[in-house]
Nanobody
Framework: QVQLVEAGGGLVQAGGSLRLSCAASGRTNSIFGMGWFRQAPGKEREFVAAIRRSVGTTYYADSVKGRFTISRDNAKNTVYLQMNSLKPEDTAVYYC?????????????????WGQGTQVTVSS
């Protein structure tokens, strides 16, 4: 089992920044990659960013490329999502997730564990 706890959401004005963190515990050595997904009201959950735990390769959705940065600190079993130049359309609940070995790292179905989510609201 892997437990994930997110932190760092909140309310910010458009153009502002937020940093999300996700602390993993439990069988962390089984984690292949970590991802961030988001879900806005009335919409499906969508991929935001992901990172391979060992080599640090990163993946981004086109909508956040150049504005968001995913990083990890393996010693702390923590992954971060730095969000800059935030837009109202970034408003959503952001979920951290753990992938145990699937190569489809940008697909929600390939993630076995999920955090409880943290709300990010961007005002215009």
């Amino acid at each position: 089992q892997v437990q994930l706890v997110e932190a760092g959401g909140g309310l910010v004005q458009a153009g502002g920044s937020l940093r999300l963190s996700c602390a993993a515990s439990g069988r962390t050595n089984s984690i292949f990659g970590m991802g961030w997904f988001r879900q806005a009201p009335g919409k499906e959950r969508e991929f935001v960013a992901a990172i391979r735990r060992s080599v640090g390769t990163t993946y981004y959705a086109d909508s956040v490329k150049g504005r968001f940065t995913i990083s990890r600190d393996n010693a702390k079993n923590t992954v971060y999502l730095q969000m800059n130049s935030l837009k109202p359309e970034d408003t959503a609940v952001y979920y951290c997730s753990a992938n145990l070995g699937s190569t489809f790292i940008t697909t929600a179905a390939s993630y076995a564990y999920w955090g409880q989510g943290t709300q990010v609201t961007v005002s215009s």
